[in-house]
């Protein structure tokens, strides 16, 4: 499952300072509070003391840093590999399919 953003969550960058995500987080928690407005569900609530609650202490906020650039770093990756893979199939035609099957076909026959 992926990580939740919780700087997105927050709207926040990811090198806010503890003061910015106090403010921030009050401000959204009274905006979004379902007392206040009765059309609000406890579930947004409940995603923001969430995210206030990692993104508020410092070891749990860079425990959470480490892991979300990990997930970061690993979606590139795998953006890279695909984009990698999909600019190498389009690239090839039909023909070039069936003399490159011959080629390693040949290959083959001359070592055995």
Same mark, same amino acid.
């Given at each position: 499952m992926p990580l939740q953003n919780y700087y997105a969550i927050l709207g926040l960058p990811r090198d806010a300072t503890p003061e910015q995500i106090k403010k921030v987080y009050?401000?959204?928690?009274? &905006?979004?509070?379902?007392?206040?407005?009765k059309g609000i569900s406890d579930a947004r609530i409940k995603v923001l003391n969430e995210a206030y609650s990692i993104l508020s202490d410092p070891q749990q906020r860079a425990l959470y840093d480490i892991q979300l650039l990990e997930e970061i770093r690993n979606l590139r990756i795998l953006e890279a590999v695909h984009e990698h893979y999909m600019k190498r199939t389009q690239?090839?035609?039909?023909? &070039?399919?069936v003399v490159g099957f011959m080629r390693e076909l040949k290959k083959e026959m001359r070592r055995s």
């Amino acid at each position: 499952m992926p990580l939740q953003n919780y700087y997105a969550i927050l709207g926040l960058p990811r090198d806010a300072t503890p003061e910015q995500i106090k403010k921030v987080y009050r401000r959204l928690v009274r &905006q979004h509070h379902p007392d206040i407005n009765k059309g609000i569900s406890d579930a947004r609530i409940k995603v923001l003391n969430e995210a206030y609650s990692i993104l508020s202490d410092p070891q749990q906020r860079a425990l959470y840093d480490i892991q979300l650039l990990e997930e970061i770093r690993n979606l590139r990756i795998l953006e890279a590999v695909h984009e990698h893979y999909m600019k190498r199939t389009q690239k090839m035609t039909w023909s &070039q399919g069936v003399v490159g099957f011959m080629r390693e076909l040949k290959k083959e026959m001359r070592r055995s």
